[in-house]
């Protein structure tokens, strides 16, 4: 099967600039992830949706970083000022549903550099 | 609040030589736990999980970790270790207990280096 699609793989903006990337999960996924890794740091979840219903979005910067999973399939993250800081790798994952003992995979990630 | 400890930031090992990664964690109920790989410029893979049941778990790659409750300890291990088997390795863990809502919560990693 398929596995979990982003693109862009890499971006480079300047600061106060905006950006957005995009994620096709797994077919048949309810859940997605958002997850951001800072060079040297675990991957720290941003938000998940279960369906196009946010369950978690509490370590999301919601003044500048919003996601939105229409219609409970791809989801699109927009970060808008960006700040240096938020150069880091943006990892989409998804899973079969809310059930805890199933295992999330992830996609290749998008790097994004903040200049 | 959950959380995931992986106190070596770095293990060498000589190939051929077993390998363990340490983890150990802090959830409220029961842990469902997992072992994810991470190549460069790559995602992360999934390698292992334990839900309930048997205390070592096999995985991919020859990979195995052993589930200790009584230390919150679930480390990776693999009885031979092969070069292609450098990596980045995360433990996570999601909290059992109810209304923990699903959130899998990372490590900050090790980086496993075989030599020959």
């Known amino acids: 099967e398929a596995g979990v699609a982003q693109s862009p793989r890499y971006k480079i903006i300047e600061k106060r600039q905006s950006v957005a990337f995009w994620c096709n999960p797994i077919?048949?996924?309810?859940?997605l992830y958002w997850y951001q890794q800072i060079l040297g740091q675990g991957p720290k979840l941003l938000i998940q949706?279960?369906?196009?219903?946010?369950?978690?979005d509490s370590q999301l910067p919601k003044d500048r970083f919003s996601a939105e999973r229409l219609k409970g399939v791809d989801s699109t993250l927009k970060i808008q000022p960006a700040k240096l800081e938020d150069s880091a790798v943006y990892l989409c994952?998804?899973?079969?549903?809310?059930?805890?003992?199933?295992?999330?995979?992830f996609g290749q990630g998008t790097r994004l550099t903040v200049v | 609040a959950q959380s995931v400890a992986q106190p070596e930031d770095q293990v060498n090992v000589a190939e051929g030589n077993p390998l363990t990664v340490k983890c150990t964690y802090s959830v409220s109920g029961n842990p469902y736990l997992f072992w994810y790989v991470q190549y460069p410029n790559r995602g992360l893979q999934f390698l292992l999980k334990y839900i309930t049941g048997d205390n070592l778990v096999k995985g991919s790659y020859g990979f195995e970790a052993e589930f200790n409750k009584s230390q919150t300890s679930f480390h990776l291990k693999k009885p031979s270790a092969l070069v292609s088997d450098s990596a980045l390795y995360f433990c996570a863990v999601r909290d059992g207990v109810t209304g923990g809502g699903n959130k899998l919560t990372f490590g900050t990693g090790t980086q496993l280096k075989v030599e020959l």
């Open positions: 994952a998804s899973s079969l549903d809310l059930v805890r003992n199933t295992e999330a995979f």
């Open positions: 949706f279960q369906n196009n219903g946010v369950v978690d």
């Open positions: 077919s048949g996924h309810a859940t």
